[in-house]
């Protein structure tokens, strides 16, 4: 678990740091025991699949939500403290826009409400928006109105960033610009961290992407980093009409995917497949070998977690 | 607090069911009552009336406050501005506020529609005592909005809003003279906010002082939503 998986080094000054965090609705317990600690100035992803805990952990980290146990501190402080001071910004799921208003008197007001605001010809830029600013906010596209709550998030400047999710509903255009105006931000020494369930968002985007899974922390470190940690291999070779059978029950093999002609087996042990799979078939057309995907890591991963808390 | 109060203020003037209930509405009303039926012309009806349909608006505009707030949650706004350095005590005093800025304009148009339309004449500080009245007498009802925005479902409110604004004012006789009905309502009326709040201008409007007693049963209900609201706060306030 997280004591297999390298961790980066913890910087000196911490923005967000949760400390056997939990939270229960009910029977339910959605984050469990969660230790998590990020630098001033990084760029964390939190990947995971539905339901593993993101948006409550963020939650609890913009004062939204208590913990029952553990403790919650945000630049040393509590959440509702930081937020009063208008050192965060963030971008919620479910938070939603007042009619009535344009783009642009919506961001005048966002701007008024915190100390160091940023100028709203820089936010209408990083958000994208410069060409809706007099548009009614209830006139927007889906896709609009996450650019509005995203120049929201930024009007006041913030020190740190949480954005939940922040590129569902977006098409491919409104995601590229919005991923450059975030760099632009990160690159000024701002703190973001970002949820998602995106897996190459999460690669391409982050310093760090921390894995969280039923309520905790089952990796943290680089792409790269989480990649190698999933250790398996992948063998695939090309099924020239040959029968799927007995493919799962070949040495070693974790899991069996089929692209069209293509069969991709997750192994945990590469040579003990390959060695059985010869034997079975006689001859196996475009034989490879390689590392596993950040996708393999992750099911992997949190595969893992599910067998340890079943044992 | 006041960017707030302007942005809200901005949403009500822009929208069409805001200005239907409050100005619309109470105009075409007074308008149309005052030009058919038995009491047409007269002169004493369309005082009478004017204060009750101007109040009529006041009352929909304060208590519809509530609803906006009820629906502003629904939406996810609300969790919006909770992250913002604004305090949620300081959002719902601007609601409130708002929602009274602007029914002031209404309640003017009314009187202006009566002067113009019927020549209803007062004496200036009747003018002035009728508009400024109607006008801060309608905060109870903005507190009772408040109190079910918090405390009802989000599909009971629409409804309950709609008694809020039709029963009470029905009640307190801004449709019909109290006078005219029978002996139980005439009770329950007497009773009821709405009328205290009406008779208070309706005091002033024919040459006589407002009672002390109006005013103070309007107080006493002024605290008691007041106090449902406070209670509908806390319990909602967490869950935003």
């Known amino acids: 678990m997280a004591d297999t998986v390298p961790f980066m080094d913890v910087p000196l000054t911490t923005a967000i740091e949760l400390d056997a965090v939990t939270k229960c609705f009910g029977e339910v317990r959605a984050v469990d025991s969660l230790n998590l600690a990020i630098g001033r100035g990084e760029t964390v992803a939190l990947l995971g699949p539905n339901g593993a805990g993101k948006s409550t952990t963020i939650g609890m980290m913009l004062g939204l939500l208590a913990p029952d146990r553990g403790t919650v501190k945000v630049f040393n402080r509590s959440p509702a403290q930081v937020v009063a001071a ?71 400047n913030p020190d ?50 921390v894995v969280i899974t039923r309520g905790h922390v089952v990796a943290s470190g680089s792409g790269a980093e989480i990649k190698r940690s999933a250790r398996g291999q992948v063998v695939s070779f090309d099924l020239d009409g040959t029968s799927l059978f007995g493919l799962e029950g070949l040495p070693g093999v974790v899991e069996v995917e089929v692209h069209g002609q293509r069969v991709r087996l997750r192994t945990n042990d590469a040579d003990a497949t390959v060695a059985a799979l010869i034997r079975e078939r006689g ?14 890591a992750f099911v992997a991963l949190t595969e893992n977690d599910e067998a340890k808390e079943s044992a | 607090m006041l960017p707030y109060l302007r942005l809200e203020l901005m949403r009500l003037l822009r929208d069409r069911r805001f200005l239907a209930f409050t100005t619309v509405m109470p105009i075409a009303y007074y308008l149309l009552f005052t030009s058919i039926g038995s009491s047409a012309g007269s002169a004493a009806w369309s005082v009478y009336f004017m204060v009750g349909m101007a109040g009529f ?123 005219t009905f029978p002996g139980v309502m005439q009770t329950i009326s007497h009773v009821a906010p709405t ?42 306030s967490r869950a935003w």
Not at chain 1, 289 to 294: A, N, Q, T
Not at chain 2, 152 to 168: C, E, V
Not at chain 2, 220 to 226: D, I, N, P, R, S
């Open chain 1, 86 to 156: 208008g050192m965060v910004g963030a971008m919620l799921q479910d938070g939603g826009l007042p009619g009535g208003v344009k783009v642009s008197e919506l961001i005048a007001f966002a701007r008024s409400v915190y100390p160091r605001s940023m100028p709203t010809r820089g936010v209408l830029a990083i958000a994208g928006l410069e060409e809706l600013a007099g548009q009614r906010v209830d006139k927007l596209s889906g896709g609009q109105r996450q650019r509005v709550r995203f120049a929201l998030a930024l009007a006041g």
């Open chain 1, 160 to 209: 740190l960033l949480v954005l939940d999710e922040p590129t569902v509903g977006m098409d491919v255009e409104s995601r590229r610009a919005f991923w450059a105006g975030m760099r632009a931000y990160a690159a000024d020494g701002h703190t973001l961290l970002f949820a998602t369930h995106y897996l190459e968002e999460a690669d391409a985007q982050a310093d760090r992407v």
């Open chain 1, 283 to 296: 001859m196996v057309r475009n034989l490879q070998l390689g590392g596993p995907s950040l996708e393999d």
């Open chain 2, 57 to 179: 608006g006041a009352l929909a505009g304060a208590v519809s406050a509530g609803g906006g707030l009820a629906t502003d949650r629904s939406i996810g706004w609300l969790r919006q501005l909770r992250i913002t350095p604004l305090p949620s005590s300081q959002v719902v005093a601007a609601k409130v506020s708002a929602n009274m800025v602007a029914i002031l304009p209404a309640l003017v148009l009314v009187c202006v529609a009566a002067a113009g339309v019927h020549g209803v004449r007062l004496a200036a500080w009747q003018w002035v005592a009728l508009v400024g009245l109607l006008w801060a007498g309608a905060l109870p009802f903005a507190l009772l909005g408040l109190a079910i925005g918090y405390l009802a479902s989000p599909l009971s409110t629409g409804p309950l809003m709609g008694f809020g604004m039709f029963g009470l004012s029905l009640l307190g006789g801004m449709w019909f003279p109290v006078t």
């Open chain 2, 195 to 236: 009328y205290h709040y009406a008779n208070l201008s309706w005091n002033v409007a024919f040459g006589q002082a407002p009672a002390v007693s109006d005013a103070a049963v309007l107080v006493a209900w002024a605290a008691l939503f007041a106090i449902i609201a406070m209670l509908g706060y806390r319990r909602t």
